[in-house]
């Protein structure tokens, strides 16, 4: 049973910073990656930032690139979210996401609220 555990949501001013993290566990994984979604209210989710864990090649939304950072620690498999220079539009609900085997499997979600 694969489990993602989410931490670092919480209320930051705009222009402020937030790191989210998200560790895996529950299998041994080979090829996989993880990355992160979001969803604000009204809205449907979508695709925030991605990391390959084979070489740890990274993917963003253009909404965020450049300000948000996608990052590993392999030995923990667990991924995370830089968060720089927020804006009241990244208020969401933020999901982590881990894709192996064809398989998507996806944490309880963590609030992040950026204050104008």
């Known amino acids: 049973q694969v489990q993602l555990v989410e931490s670092g949501g919480g209320l930051v001013q705009a222009g402020g910073s937030l790191r989210l993290s998200c560790a895996a566990s529950g299998r041994t994984f080979s090829s996989y990656a993880m990355g992160w979604f979001r969803q604000a209210p009204g809205k449907e989710r979508e695709f925030v930032a991605r990391?390959?864990?084979?070489?740890?090649?990274?993917y963003y939304a253009d909404s965020v690139k450049g300000r948000f950072t996608i990052s590993r620690d392999s030995a923990k498999i667990t991924v995370y979210l830089q968060m720089n220079s927020l804006k009241p539009e990244d208020t969401a609900v933020y999901y982590c996401?881990?894709?192996?085997?064809?398989?998507?499997?996806w944490g309880k979600g963590t609030l992040v609220t950026v204050s104008s």
């Open positions: 990391i390959n864990w084979s070489g740890g090649r990274t």
């Open positions: 996401n881990l894709n192996v085997d064809g398989m998507d499997y």
